[in-house]
């Protein structure tokens, strides 16, 4: 779904992730690599290959956008350093046409000099003359301008006969900010507000629909 944001041209992907035409840029959030990992180093049973699916969907969405510059609102690694930074980095060195950034999320604790030796810059927010990009919403909004973030997982509920639901992902767009959903495979969902004054997009298996 193709829509218009302060006059730039976005398209809302199925993938869970945000292209900005203009700059072929796109935007991810919340990919929690090394999650399962973590999980498993811990003394929780996760299947090691558990996770595998979000290195194939960073692939695949690579290939089928064709982007100048990615953009990850934070929490890309999901804790410490493990096994999975060695099959990141074989991803990253299979599209060094790409320019990587790493907008820092609560959970991005790797030392930066490991992202800089694969010419990923890693900062705290990006500001352009019409948007803000960070992980979490910024404590002040500035006039004129969107906030552009992950960090919750956005999710909503859609309701159907007989009292069946189904929680999706979502993109969930007010007057001053744009929530991206989570595209990590073990990431859940926050069931956001419908409120009136909020525009939210639902992410189908085989596309994305405005629900509010």
Not at 59 to 85: A, C, M, Q
Not at 116 to 136: G, L, W
Request: aromatic residues 12%.
């Amino acid at each position: 779904m193709t829509i218009e944001i302060n006059n730039f041209t976005f398209t809302l992907l199925y993938e869970k992730a945000l292209y900005k035409h203009d700059e072929r840029l796109l935007i991810i959030a919340d990919v929690h690599l090394g999650k399962a990992n973590h999980f498993r180093k811990e003394g929780i049973s996760i299947p090691a290959e558990a996770q595998a699916g979000d290195y194939l969907n960073l692939e695949k969405l690579f290939n089928k956008i064709n982007p100048l510059k990615v953009y990850f609102l934070g929490d890309l690694f999901h804790s410490t350093y493990n096994r999975d930074w060695h099959y990141f980095c074989d991803l990253i060195a299979g599209f060094p046409s790409i320019k990587f950034t790493l907008i820092k999320g609560n959970h991005d604790i790797i030392n930066h000099k490991k992202f800089k030796e694969i010419c990923i810059e890693v900062t705290e927010t990006i500001e352009d003359s019409a948007f803000v990009y960070s992980h979490d919403l910024l404590k002040t909004t500035i006039t004129g301008k969107l906030n552009i973030v992950g960090h919750i997982h956005p999710g909503t509920v859609l309701s159907g006969m007989g009292r069946q639901s189904i929680k999706l992902p979502c993109f969930y767009l007010t007057e001053s900010v744009m929530i991206i959903p989570a595209f990590g495979v073990l990431t859940g969902l926050y069931s956001m507000d419908k409120s009136a004054a909020a525009k939210i997009y639902a992410v189908l298996p085989d596309g994305v629909r405005r629900i509010s």
